[in-house]
Structure formats: structure tokens, C-alpha cells
């Protein structure tokens, strides 16, 4: 930690600030009714799977942590205690972002869970078994190598792509950023760096949080994921930083995911509306500027 304080000096400071904004008003920013468990709202039955795995994750943790009679290895304790915790915080986002999509990623961390609780029964199964000599040698070999053999085909691995990864790697990374945007993207890229190549930096008021990288500019203040703000102590912070700013890319072709920038942002809205009046757009691209 004091290493990455020394190192990074304001931007480690900005990251903790910027994390505990988020963490602070993520609730309230991008907030939806969480469905109802059990009910015909939109998500419900994902929902309701999803809590009553974790629920029962919760429970087996406990089970663990608390029962004595039973010996169970310290690491695999852990693993599974964690497993649960982690289960429990993933789910925090999915009540505030409470559509499909994000209650859908919280069941990976439910699934790895559930997955090494039933490898650990089925190999200690296995080793009574073994122990006990219930099966013979022969055919638990057997089913050993079914089982692995399984397993492989299950995975579809392509040799092929395992010895051409570093090279397709390679492509990947040095191929140009037109290869990864649409034609609207591109055609905005192509006319808007003429227009602000007399300017240091340009700021984003708009989700497009990719643009500063695509048009090699930096953003004039720390608030370029304008996705993520919404407080009044953040917007009074980016008004500051806007005096210095002589461009604004007020609108883009992402801001109808959730309420617009200039819904959510009113008081920035207003501060650009009264000190930036000139205006260009490029397709679904709009610009302010002094």
C-alpha cells in the first residue's frame, strides 16, 4: 500500500477517492427496484435462485466454521468460508443494478462455490472407497480415466489456438483501433482530431469513457467515467475543473443507458449550458466549446 502511495502520489489518492464515491452513491445513481422473490416481476425466478443459493452458501459456511466433531482441512475451510463471503458482497451490486445482466453475474462466484463443495464430498467418497477397498483397484482406475477423459472433451481445447496464441496475441495488440470500432466511431475519430488538436485536453460529459484513449487526449479532470457520478460534493468538484476546460463532449451514442449526463448532472448541466454556448455535432456526437 505505501508503496503504490509513494509511487502513483495523487492518482492513488484519487482512486481511493473516486472508489468511496462509488461505493457512497452507486445505490443511488444507478439504482433499480430489485424484483420481488417469488413474484412474475421481470428477473424475479433468476433473482430468487440466485438468494437462496447464496443463502444456503451461508448456512454450509457456517456449518463449517462452527461444527467441531467434523475434521475438515484449515485451507479448504477458508476457501469455502470466503467463497461464501464473496458470494454474499457480489450480490450488493445486483440489488442496486437489480436487471438480469448484473444479477446474472453474481451466480459465477455461487457456481464455483457450489462446484469444489461437491469435488470435495465426491473425492471423499472416493477415498473411502479406496480405503476400504469396496472397489477394486482395477476399476477404480477405470473410473478415474472415464472420468478425466470426460472432462477433456467437455473443455473442446483446440491445440491449434494454445500454439498460436502468442502470435495471435501479437496481431491482436498491435492492430490500429479502427479494427475495433464501428463505422460511426471511426467516421467521429477521422473528423473530430483535426477540431481538437489545439487543445491540451478534452472533458467527457458523456458515458463514451473510451474516447480520451481512441483520440489520444487526456481528460481535462479525474471525472472521466461520467457514468459513475452523481453526487452534489462530485459535480461542485468537476465545476472546478471545468473552468480550465475550453472543450466538452456534452452528448454520445452511450447515454441512454440509464439518465442522460445533463438529467442526472443538472448542476454541471447548467454551469456548461451558461459558460459553453458554441456547439458542433458529428453524427450522434454533440460538442461544446469556449
Not at 70 to 78: E, L, R, S, V
Not at 81 to 98: G, K, N
Not at 126 to 140: P, Q, R, T
Not at 166 to 188: G, M, V
Request: some cysteine.
Amino acid at each position: 500500500m505505501d508503496f503504490f502511495y509513494f509511487y502513483l502520489e495523487n492518482e492513488f489518492y484519487y482512486f481511493i477517492s473516486n472508489t468511496l464515491s462509488v461505493l457512497e452513491n452507486q445505490n443511488y445513481i444507478h439504482g433499480l427496484v430489485h424484483p420481488k422473490p417469488f413474484s412474475e416481476m421481470p428477473h424475479s425466478s433468476r433473482a430468487t435462485r440466485s438468494l437462496l443459493l447464496i443463502i444456503l452458501s451461508i448456512i454450509i459456511s457456517l456449518n463449517f466454521l462452527f461444527h467441531e466433531k467434523k475434521k475438515y482441512y484449515n485451507t479448504f475451510k477458508i476457501i469455502i468460508i470466503s467463497l461464501s463471503f464473496i458470494c454474499f458482497c457480489s450480490y450488493l451490486y445486483a440489488l442496486s443494478r437489480s436487471d438480469g445482466g448484473h444479477i446474472k453475474q453474481t451466480t459465477g462466484t455461487v457456481i464455483l462455490f457450489f462446484s469444489i463443495f461437491v469435488s470435495f464430498y465426491f473425492l471423499k467418497f472416493n477415498e473411502y472407497f479406496f480405503s476400504k477397498k469396496v472397489l477394486n483397484f482395477n476399476f477404480s482406475y477405470i473410473l478415474s480415466i472415464l472420468l478425466f477423459v470426460i472432462f477433456v472433451f467437455n473443455l473442446k481445447i483446440d491445440m491449434k489456438n494454445i500454439s498460436d496464441y502468442s502470435l495471435r496475441l501479437k496481431q491482436f495488440i498491435y492492430l490500429e483501433d479502427k479494427n475495433y470500432l464501428s463505422d460511426d466511431q471511426n467516421y467521429l475519430i477521422q473528423n473530430l482530431k483535426p477540431i481538437i488538436n489545439e487543445y491540451k485536453c478534452i472533458q467527457l460529459f458523456t458515458y463514451d469513457a473510451a474516447l480520451p484513449y481512441i483520440l489520444k487526449k487526456p481528460n481535462c479532470s479525474k471525472f472521466y467515467f461520467t457514468y459513475s457520478l452523481g453526487s452534489i460534493k462530485d459535480q461542485e468538484s468537476l465545476i472546478k475543473d471545468l473552468k480550465n476546460t475550453e472543450f466538452i463532449i456534452y452528448r454520445g451514442q452511450t447515454d441512454n443507458w440509464g439518465p442522460s449526463p445533463q438529467k442526472k448532472l443538472t448542476m454541471v448541466n447548467k454551469y456548461i449550458n451558461i459558460n459553453f454556448r458554441n456547439s458542433k455535432k458529428i453524427l450522434k456526437w454533440e460538442f461544446r466549446y469556449k
